[in-house]
């Protein structure tokens, strides 16, 4: 793999698109007629061992409703194996372990699983099967992905999809990371234009397509994916129609979206949706790349969400369309809304990094040919690690480990002396470090202003001395991973000046009067950012002084902060971020390192002083 090759890695922006693209125009044709020439010669197939038994046979009264399972994932992001830290805790109300102090999850008292990894994803999955279970997705199952799919351009995760039996997924953004040509690649098969085959061989492509009923061409305006995809179950059509959030555009980067562009999702949908209907096929699910953000540490069963950009569709797309299952916004939820006849539609999404299934059971009138509203039942079961793990998955996933070591070695930059994440000093050497490698990744796609990181994001110091064989002061991209593990996107809200204040609050230094001992938890600034933080004055009135590149900072002000997602969801008790605005999701926490680290070698270890802690 070229030096080029590595620093791609994942790296979510370059978006491509593709599979067979339809050439005939949403204006004028039928989509219906698109996705069956298409999938006349790439149909997904469903695992052959659950394929549906024939209904009830001669001498007995067929049932008048067919029963349907759907078991849906979203935003896998390529994590074969279990995820750490951060990414590997779930809120579940019926989980092991208590957040004791707040520190893990946000607020003390919260049960939680580590949950998730395809091994144990694909033992879940086959407990959670019937005869009449399809599996299906909502966008982002690769794409700013682990350097175990990443390094070989997601090939390893979507074959892993295919062998779990995935039927189709809309695209997400990320699944546009590499721009349209490798999406059609990933599809339909071929070795990778600049790194050529994997070790595994000739890439085969997949049995599943993506969807994207509101992503076009734009000069001529024909779909550049099936809009839908339709699957019969014991003589009965369900449809899944496809959609990714019309965000897009500003979320990747622009050569991987050139030459496409993303509509209003409802509008597309319903146009979708009643072409289906004409056709007959009643049956109709959407999945959608977009979402909503909760309040922080409740049961998700209770559909905690925040009302956003998924509500917004989930409520306004037309009343055939029967349930809605979304991503993108990494939550998990089952929920109830109105559609615009005033009937209750499920509406739900499932985590993320595999750490949750969502099942979803329903029937369909046979009569009708449509989904009996009032049978739909609907929850997210987590990907817990107690069960046993999958065997021939964890075999799989051993083999492209032994494959990816090479790539762990390869140097990405140098040091010129240790660079460390202190002990229990507030401010470090190496959280200041990651946090300007954040704020550069994402300055021109999320026009962030500071970056803010997590001290328990970071694991690691980088060393100077080395024994291995790459010389003293080089940093390996294993190095770099052990220093960030955790695969977090980084992402950019919109604060006020005065949430600004109030988030930097949060922040925690308490002093033990009987040994001394200092409890902390403060975020690392990047260079952009000044401010005091007093620990002498009471908790609520420590932060003053908060200055931008020198300027200071006004309440009213509104100030694009750059985090990773855990920070951006509520983390470590960071709940002020989640009244942020106008999101943008771009590269994996570790790819903005490791392209600092390439851009800027050889790096001394920065000077801290961002924060001026009085004590």
Not at 317 to 336: F, M, N, R, T, W
Not at 476 to 498: H, I, K, S, W
Not at 504 to 532: A, F, H, M, N
Request: with cysteine; glycine share 10%; net charge neutral.
């Amino acid at each position: 793999m070229t030096r080029a090759s590595l620093t791609r890695l994942a790296v979510a922006g370059a978006a491509i698109l593709g599979a067979a693209a339809l050439t005939v125009s949403p204006a004028a044709a039928d989509p219906a007629s698109q996705a069956a020439a298409h999938g006349a010669n790439h149909a997904p197939k469903p695992p052959a061992h659950h394929a549906p038994k024939p209904s009830a046979g001669h001498g007995h009264k067929p049932d008048p409703s067919v029963s349907v399972r759907l078991l849906t994932i979203n935003d896998l992001h390529g994590n074969l194996e279990p995820p750490t830290g951060s990414s590997s805790r779930i809120l579940d109300p019926n989980g092991p372990l208590t957040d004791t102090d707040g520190s893990l999850t946000g607020i003390a008292g919260a049960r939680y699983s580590i949950a998730g990894g395809a091994s144990y994803l694909a033992a879940h999955l086959k407990q959670l099967r019937d005869r009449n279970t399809l599996l299906v997705g909502a966008g982002d199952l690769i794409g700013a992905s682990p350097l175990l799919s990443a390094a070989y351009h997601d090939e390893p995760t979507a074959a892993l999809l295919d062998k779990l039996g995935l039927a189709t997924s809309s695209a997400g953004n990320h699944e546009f990371d590499e721009g349209i040509n490798e999406l059609k690649r990933i599809m339909n098969g071929g070795c990778h234009p600049v790194d050529g085959c994997s070790p595994a061989g000739k890439w085969k492509g997949t049995s599943f397509d993506y969807l994207g009923a509101n992503v076009l061409k734009e000069s001529k305006g024909d779909y550049a994916l099936p809009p839908y995809f339709v699957k019969k179950i014991n003589g009965m059509d369900v449809a899944f129609i496809g959609l990714v959030t019309q965000t897009t555009p500003s979320i990747v980067t622009a050569s991987g979206i050139a030459g496409l562009k993303f509509t209003e999702e409802i509008e597309a949908a319903n146009k979708v949706s009643k072409l289906l209907t004409r056709q007959g096929v009643k049956a109709q699910v959407v999945l959608v790349h977009e979402g909503d953000n909760i309040t922080p540490n409740q049961d998700p069963s209770s559909c905690p969400v925040v009302p956003g950009a998924g509500s917004r569709i989930a409520k306004g797309l037309d009343p055939q369309i029967d349930l809605v299952i979304s991503g993108h916004s990494h939550q998990a939820y089952v929920c109830k809304v109105k559609d615009p006849a005033g009937q209750d539609r499920v509406y739900t999404q499932g985590s993320s990094f595999g750490r949750a299934i969502t099942q979803i059971d329903f029937k369909i009138d046979r009569r009708t040919k449509d989904v009996v509203r009032s049978s739909v039942v609907a929850k997210n079961n987590v990907v817990t690690r107690t069960v046993t793990p999958d065997a021939d998955t964890e075999a799989y996933i051993k083999t492209w480990q032994e494959r990816v070591s090479t790539v762990a070695n390869k140097p990405i930059g140098k040091i010129t002396a240790n660079i460390g994440r202190g002990a229990n000093v507030g401010e470090t050497p190496l959280g200041d470090l990651i946090a300007d490698a954040q704020l550069e990744a994402t300055k021109s796609g999320g026009n962030a202003e500071i970056a803010l990181m997590n001290p328990g994001g970071v694991r690691a110091d980088l060393t100077f001395p080395q024994s291995g064989s790459e010389g003293d002061g080089v940093v390996t991209y294993g190095e770099a991973f052990t220093v960030q593990p955790f695969n977090n996107l980084m992402q950019v809200v919109t604060l006020t000046g005065a949430q600004l204040k109030a988030l930097l609050e949060q922040q925690i230094w308490k002093v033990d009067p009987g040994t001394g001992g200092i409890t902390q938890r403060i975020l690392q600034p990047s260079s952009s950012l000044t401010y005091t933080f007093d620990t002498t004055k009471p908790e609520g009135s420590r932060v003053s002084d908060i200055k931008i590149n020198g300027t200071a900072v006004t309440d009213a002000q509104q100030i694009r902060v750059a985090a990773n997602n855990f920070l951006v969801g509520g983390g470590d008790g960071f709940t002020v971020f989640t009244q942020g605005t106008n999101l943008w999701s771009g590269p994996l926490d570790i790819d903005a390192f490791v392209a600092y680290m390439g851009a800027h070698s050889p790096i001394a270890p920065p000077a801290t002083g961002r924060i001026n802690l009085v004590r």
